[in-house]
Structure formats: structure tokens, C-alpha cells
């Protein structure tokens, strides 16, 4: 079936590191994908539609500076988190759909990001 | 008052039990999803609906769009079925999801 692979699933680095995360579609093509955080013990939110081959649309109260999205091809998305600091500590996952499928959408197992 | 409301938020079972969780939702869609994390944070998609029933194993999943509801059901539950289960409907496969704040199932052996 349809794979994401999301990478890295674990960072451990200093404040004020940059963080790149991918979201790979394996065996699909996907034309949008989605990026969402989840802190503890609270639900998934969306943070930006990643669309390929133009600008990724944010969620009200997303920096989009901050968090830079690059949707370059129809199997490869990339959020990096920019001069992170510790309150962006998070699970981050992504999600993507076959492109012209009515197939549900299939999510990277995440990245837990830990800001020191 | 939220897009998407789930209850139980919280439901402990015995090994073999039948589970019902319910969600309701408020805003318009064409498509919901019914989704498992597990204590990893991973997620599987179990169902994405639109109308009527499917069925999955022992999961079973319905929607009404005329009354915004859906149920997911577990027939014999097990523990291995303990997670969290998320409702969130979209307006299809490739839009965005709007998530209910989950029910954390416990299934004691």
C-alpha cells in the first residue's frame, strides 16, 4: 500500500539550529501535502498545505518565515524550522494523498523534535 | 464550541468488549476520516467515508451526513486496539483535515 516516509523521526539539537524534516511519498505522487504539529496531550493541528511547484498556504498564526516549507516535487516535501527555540519542542508529522485518488491520506510515522 | 466533537474522550474496556465512539461535526464535508495514534505518535488511517458503512476486520465505521454524525466501532476488542482514535472530516482526500481531540481507548486483558 501507500507509503510516507518522514525523516528524521527524533532530533535532539541546541536553540538556534535550523531543522530540515522531509516527507517522502514512496510508491505515489502527491500534489499536496500536509505538515502539523501535535504537543503533548493535545490534538493534531495543521500548520501549512504544502503544494507542489508553488507556495505552501499557512495556518492562521503559523509563521511562515519560521517555518519554511519547499514542496519541490510530487514525492518530496521539506519543513525546516528556522532558529528554533524550545517552545517549537514538538511532534511534527506530515500526510499526503495519491494525486487523482479518492484514497485516504497516509501519514509519516513523525518527527519528535527537542529543542535544548 | 468546536468543528468536531468526540466522546468518550476517555474509555477503558475489558478484553472482548464491543466500543462505540462517536463524533460530531459542524462544519461541511464531503469525506471523514477515522484515524488511530498510536503511544509512538504514529498514525493509519483506518477509514476515510463519505456515506453509509465500512467495515474493516473487526472495525466498523458509519457516518450520517444529514445529522454530521459517525461512529467507529470495535467488535471483540483486544488490547492491542488501545490508542488514540481521531475523527476528522475534510472536504475530500486532498484537503485538509480537521481533528477532533481524540479518544484515548484502554483495553485491560
Known amino acids: 500500500g501507500a507509503v510516507v516516509s518522514q525523516h528524521p523521526s527524533w532530533v535532539i539539537c541546541k536553540s538556534g539550529t535550523s531543522v530540515k524534516i522531509e516527507c517522502r511519498s514512496l510508491?505515489?505522487?502527491?500534489?499536496?501535502m500536509f505538515w502539523y504539529r501535535q504537543f503533548p496531550k493535545q490534538s493534531l493541528m495543521l500548520m501549512a498545505t504544502?503544494?507542489?511547484?508553488?507556495?505552501?498556504?499557512?495556518e492562521q498564526g503559523v509563521e511562515k518565515d519560521k517555518f519554511l516549507i519547499n514542496h519541490a516535487s510530487l514525492t518530496l516535501s521539506t519543513l525546516t524550522v528556522t532558529s528554533a527555540h524550545p517552545e517549537d519542542s514538538s511532534f511534527y508529522i506530515c500526510?499526503?494523498?495519491?494525486?487523482?485518488?479518492?484514497?485516504?491520506?497516509?501519514f509519516g510515522d513523525g518527527t519528535r523534535l527537542s529543542i535544548l | 464550541k468546536n468543528e468536531v466533537e468526540q466522546s468518550p474522550q476517555n474509555l477503558t474496556a475489558q478484553e472482548g468488549e464491543f466500543i462505540t465512539i462517536n463524533c460530531s461535526y459542524s462544519?461541511?464535508?464531503?469525506?471523514l476520516h477515522w484515524l488511530q495514534q498510536h503511544p509512538g505518535g504514529g498514525i493509519v488511517s483506518l477509514f476515510m467515508?463519505?456515506?453509509g458503512k465500512k467495515k474493516h476486520g473487526r472495525l466498523i465505521a458509519t457516518i450520517n451526513i444529514q445529522e454530521k454524525h459517525s461512529s467507529l466501532h470495535i467488535t471483540a476488542s483486544h488490547p492491542r486496539d488501545s490508542a488514540v482514535y481521531i475523527c476528522?472530516?475534510?472536504?475530500?482526500?486532498?484537503?485538509?483535515?480537521?481533528f477532533g481531540k481524540g479518544t484515548l481507548l484502554t483495553v485491560n486483558p
Open positions: 500526510s499526503a494523498s495519491p494525486k487523482y485518488s479518492n484514497q485516504p491520506q497516509h
Open positions: 510508491d505515489f505522487q502527491a500534489t499536496t
Open positions: 504544502s503544494n507542489e511547484g508553488s507556495k505552501a498556504t499557512y
Open positions: 462544519v461541511g464535508i464531503s469525506a
Open positions: 467515508l463519505s456515506s
Open positions: 476528522a472530516p475534510s472536504r475530500g482526500s486532498n484537503y485538509k483535515l480537521t
